[in-house]
């Protein structure tokens, strides 16, 4: 009997979904897509499944689900976390409101800023007696009866979830466990999260950010992992092996620990595509250098892939707040499909950051909507086909797009409906392109050197303007971009990071004792992935150190890979020489001569999970050569309005060329190939675009 992978990706429009048969080479994924449910998330899945279940498929043969999910992200960004109460050390609860003494993520310049809403009230914080130190030694005794009377006055207050923030509590977790303890012995059924488990590291800050971010967010979590496996399980998949996508490119099972584990998905739905490219277009098909763009109903998510990995960060920012744990570097633009076009008091076109989402959506999906979107645009200007909407399935009502923009957009400018299409999409394009072009300039990438890599339902119509303002010459629209995320699901492991925060000098570090710091990470790592019902003996485990010269203020993390285990003097020598070298490249300077400080252990602790395999031209439509099948007009812009070839996709094998203009149309994605590019479909079906030499 055949068994089947699953792979859904929600998204703020639609939600995605592969079904990947275990063992396919890759060109036998069947795509589905439903629209997004935004009140409960789960919901949408749940019809997914079900969708495929009515298509034949017994629910009993799925054997492997994963998704990714923006169900902690929204409650975010919405303010619709748990109400939490916050304990901290006597006389520190300052630290809530200096925070890092900085704008973080935020203009240095900007006169209205303002610090995004706290996540907990000062009526909502308590400060309770007993001291750790810099060397986790105690120095007074935590005072358990205010800690015993904040639990239980701040839960009448209300708060079902606490945040524990302990000076050095990276050093000596002890005084936070006992304060858990007597906060779940007082308070039956609440969520408390410890700094010293949810980050471990130096800088009372992100630490505490990050730890107030999970106890704010694991409720959410928790409530919708729950109602996803009671909706599982209600509908006959019976599988264990369950997982939800984190920002840092792994899953983790579907029912973990949110207690530690929460404010690791913040990222999580853009992060599965990032993979995916990094998986199958880097790794499996040597595209090393790419930039990815996915753009969905709501925004565009831009990623860099360096030599087949993709770009990391140790911590970001979201909604203005600082999040330390390791992540993908993914940078968000308030520019989708849904994204509504509008006129400011000064008479201007914009466009967002409000988006239509999935209800209504745009005006020309019929579901009540008014104000024009992007995706309405696209309708207008002729990149979009009304009748081949998801493959034929449904139909988009282009007068109703046109009249509204006409309505809203047109008659304040002046000018047609067509005219006022394009500036919209120029303004997208425009909002892209800089996101692009800034944070290129920020990691030092010549994007001439790099190709773009849309996908999402909309990122393959926008694709080659974007590239051409950019000078990048070179677009790859992968073989389903509506559904590249959720494949991305069926194309990672699952993956933890450990870390602890210790400082020494690297010089006279001994190995041994650098070694047991490690060791007691790996045995962490082997206790969590049993708990997970996982096979520890398969785990792969990647070090790390958090390097910095001294008096620094920031570190850098060099890769243990490839040195002695266990650890001895000669490599920790060599760790000294990769930090200078990476110093180099990050600065352009290195000080060979100064003290290098240890500052944190790094611990990645990796399971394999199968994985889909990379499509090949033996899977090509055998139909015999493609032939346009109809021909439309396309506007690109001012005096670009041009008569484009209509062709399908799926007619289309390796070894397929074209020229521009051309619309490539199938049921999950448009491609638009404009004039002065060209087309081929290569030997995995993708669709190159290439832009003549100028």
């Given at each position: 009997?055949?068994?089947?992978?699953?792979?859904?990706?929600?998204?703020?429009?639609?939600?995605?979904?592969?079904?990947?048969?275990?063992?396919?080479?890759?060109?036998?994924?069947?795509?589905?897509?439903?629209?997004?449910?935004?009140?409960?998330?789960?919901?949408?899945?749940?019809?997914?499944?079900?969708?495929?279940?009515?298509?034949?498929?017994?629910?009993?043969?799925?054997?492997?689900?994963?998704?990714?999910?923006?169900?902690?992200?929204?409650?975010?960004?919405?303010?619709?976390?748990?109400?939490?109460?916050?304990?901290?050390?006597?006389?520190?609860?300052?630290?809530?409101?200096?925070?890092?003494?900085?704008?973080?993520?935020?203009?240095?310049?900007?006169?209205?800023?303002?610090?995004?809403?706290?996540?907990?009230?000062?009526?909502?914080?308590?400060?309770?007696?007993?001291?750790?130190?810099?060397?986790?030694?105690?120095?007074?005794?935590?005072?358990?009866?205010?800690?015993?009377?904040?639990?239980?006055?701040?839960?009448?207050?209300?708060?079902?979830?606490?945040?524990?923030?302990?000076?050095?509590?990276?050093?000596?977790?002890?005084?936070?466990?006992?304060?858990?303890?007597?906060?779940?012995?007082?308070?039956?059924?609440?969520?408390?999260?410890?700094?010293?488990?949810?980050?471990?590291?130096?800088?009372?800050?992100?630490?505490?950010?990050?730890?107030?971010?999970?106890?704010?967010?694991?409720?959410?979590?928790?409530?919708?992992?729950?109602?996803?496996?009671?909706?599982?399980?209600?509908?006959?998949?019976?599988?264990?092996?369950?997982?939800?996508?984190?920002?840092?490119?792994?899953v983790m099972p579907l029912v973990a620990n949110a207690e530690t584990h929460a404010v690791r998905t913040l990222l999580s739905g853009p992060a599965a595509g990032v993979g995916c490219a990094s998986y199958l277009l880097a790794q499996q098909q040597g595209w090393r250098n790419l930039v990815t763009m996915d753009i969905g109903g709501t925004s565009a998510d831009i990623a860099f892939i360096e030599g087949g990995e993709p770009v990391e960060q140790s911590e970001f920012m979201i909604d203005g707040r600082i999040v330390g744990v390791p992540a993908f570097d993914i940078s968000t633009v308030a520019a989708g499909g849904g994204s509504i076009a509008w006129i400011n008091d000064g008479g201007m076109l914009e466009v967002g950051p409000q988006s239509a989402g999935a209800d209504p959506g745009p005006v020309?999906?019929?579901?009540?909507?008014?104000?024009?979107?992007?995706?309405?645009?696209?309708?207008?200007?002729?990149?979009?086909?009304?009748?081949?909407?998801?493959?034929?399935?449904?139909?988009?009502?282009?007068?109703?797009?046109?009249?509204?923009?006409?309505?809203?957009?047109?008659?304040?400018?002046?000018?047609?409906?067509?005219?006022?299409?394009?500036?919209?999409?120029?303004?997208?394009?425009?909002?892209?392109?800089?996101?692009?072009?800034?944070?290129?300039?920020?990691?030092?990438?010549?994007?001439?050197?790099?190709?773009?890599?849309?996908?999402?339902?909309?990122?393959?119509?926008?694709?080659?303007?974007?590239?051409?303002?950019?000078?990048?010459?070179?677009?790859?629209?992968?073989?389903?971009?509506?559904?590249?995320?959720?494949?991305?699901?069926?194309?990672?492991?699952?993956?933890?990071?450990?870390?602890?925060?210790?400082?020494?000098?690297?010089?006279?570090?001994?190995?041994?004792?650098?070694?047991?710091?490690?060791?007691?990470?790996?045995?962490?790592?082997?206790?969590?992935?049993?708990?997970?019902?996982?096979?520890?003996?398969?785990?792969?485990?990647?070090?790390?150190?958090?390097?910095?010269?001294?008096?620094?203020?920031?570190?850098?993390?060099?890769?243990?890979?490839?040195?002695?285990?266990?650890?001895?003097?000669?490599?920790?020598?060599?760790?000294?020489?990769?930090?200078?070298?990476?110093?180099?490249?990050?600065?352009?300077?290195?000080?060979?001569?100064?003290?290098?400080?240890?500052?944190?252990?790094?611990?990645?602790?990796?399971?394999?999970?199968?994985?889909?395999?990379?499509?090949?031209?033996?899977?090509?439509?055998?139909?015999?050569?493609?032939?346009?099948?109809?021909?439309?007009?396309?506007?690109?812009?001012?005096?670009?309005?041009?008569?484009?070839?209509?062709?399908?996709?799926?007619?289309?094998?390796?070894?397929?060329?074209?020229?521009?203009?051309?619309?490539?149309?199938?049921?999950?994605?448009?491609?638009?190939?404009?004039?002065?590019?060209?087309?081929?479909?290569?030997?995995?079906?993708?669709?190159?675009?290439?832009?003549?030499?100028?």
């Amino acid at each position: 009997m055949p068994r089947y992978r699953i792979g859904i990706d929600v998204g703020g429009t639609h939600t995605d979904m592969v079904l990947l048969e275990s063992g396919d080479a890759g060109s036998g994924w069947r795509i589905a897509k439903v629209p997004s449910t935004p009140q409960n998330p789960a919901l949408a899945v749940l019809a997914g499944v079900q969708q495929f279940i009515e298509e034949g498929l017994a629910p009993g043969d799925i054997e492997f689900f994963s998704h990714g999910t923006t169900a902690t992200t929204n409650a975010l960004l919405e303010m619709r976390g748990a109400k939490i109460g916050v304990l901290m050390n006597a006389h520190m609860r300052g630290i809530l409101e200096v925070q890092s003494q900085a704008r973080d993520g935020w203009p240095p310049f900007d006169h209205i800023f303002r610090k995004p809403e706290p996540l907990a009230r000062p009526a909502f914080v308590r400060e309770i007696a007993g001291r750790i130190d810099y060397s986790g030694a105690e120095i007074e005794p935590l005072d358990e009866a205010t800690v015993l009377e904040a639990a239980l006055s701040l839960a009448a207050r209300g708060a079902t979830s606490f945040a524990i923030c302990f000076l050095f509590s990276f050093m000596n977790g002890a005084h936070e466990a006992r304060a858990a303890d007597i906060i779940r012995e007082a308070v039956p059924g609440a969520f408390v999260s410890c700094s010293s488990h949810v980050l471990p590291r130096i800088r009372e800050w992100p630490r505490y950010s990050t730890t107030m971010l999970n106890a704010y967010l694991g409720p959410v979590l928790a409530n919708y992992c729950a109602d996803m496996s009671v909706g599982l399980d209600n509908t006959g998949v019976s599988t264990r092996q369950r997982f939800i996508m984190q920002s840092n490119g792994g899953v983790m099972p579907l029912v973990a620990n949110a207690e530690t584990h929460a404010v690791r998905t913040l990222l999580s739905g853009p992060a599965a595509g990032v993979g995916c490219a990094s998986y199958l277009l880097a790794q499996q098909q040597g595209w090393r250098n790419l930039v990815t763009m996915d753009i969905g109903g709501t925004s565009a998510d831009i990623a860099f892939i360096e030599g087949g990995e993709p770009v990391e960060q140790s911590e970001f920012m979201i909604d203005g707040r600082i999040v330390g744990v390791p992540a993908f570097d993914i940078s968000t633009v308030a520019a989708g499909g849904g994204s509504i076009a509008w006129i400011n008091d000064g008479g201007m076109l914009e466009v967002g950051p409000q988006s239509a989402g999935a209800d209504p959506g745009p005006v020309c999906y019929g579901r009540g909507g008014t104000q024009p979107a992007v995706t309405d645009a696209n309708v207008v200007r002729g990149a979009l086909n009304p009748d081949f909407f998801l493959g034929g399935k449904s139909s988009l009502d282009a007068d109703a797009a046109h009249k509204a923009i006409e309505e809203n957009i047109a008659a304040s400018m002046g000018g047609d409906a067509i005219t006022a299409a394009s500036g919209i999409v120029r303004i997208v394009n425009a909002r892209i392109t800089d996101a692009i072009r800034v944070e290129a300039a920020k990691k030092g990438i010549d994007l001439s050197g790099h190709t773009l890599v849309p996908f999402g339902g909309a990122g393959p119509v926008h694709a080659a303007q974007v590239a051409e303002d950019l000078g990048m010459p070179r677009v790859l629209v992968p073989l389903n971009p509506g559904a590249f995320s959720a494949l991305g699901l069926l194309c990672t492991d699952v993956r933890h990071d450990y870390l602890r925060s210790e400082m020494a000098a690297l010089a006279g570090l001994d190995p041994a004792h650098a070694e047991s710091c490690f060791a007691a990470l790996e045995a962490a790592a082997r206790d969590e992935v049993e708990g997970e019902g996982l096979s520890a003996g398969a785990i792969h485990f990647s070090r790390e150190f958090d390097l910095r010269y001294e008096g620094q203020g920031y570190e850098l993390r060099v890769s243990l890979d490839g040195l002695s285990i266990p650890l001895d003097v000669p490599a920790l020598a060599q760790v000294a020489d990769r930090f200078h070298d990476l110093h180099t490249e990050i600065h352009g300077h290195a000080a060979r001569d100064a003290v290098i400080e240890v500052v944190s252990y790094r611990l990645r602790a990796s399971v394999p999970m199968p994985k889909a395999a990379s499509g090949n031209a033996s899977a090509a439509n055998a139909a015999g050569e493609a032939k346009a099948v109809g021909m439309r007009s396309l506007t690109l812009g001012p005096g670009r309005v041009l008569d484009a070839a209509i062709w399908r996709r799926e007619e289309l094998a390796s070894g397929w060329m074209a020229r521009g203009p051309a619309i490539i149309e199938q049921p999950d994605a448009t491609t638009i190939v404009p004039d002065g590019w060209s087309v081929r479909c290569d030997d995995h079906l993708n669709l190159v675009l290439e832009r003549a030499a100028q």
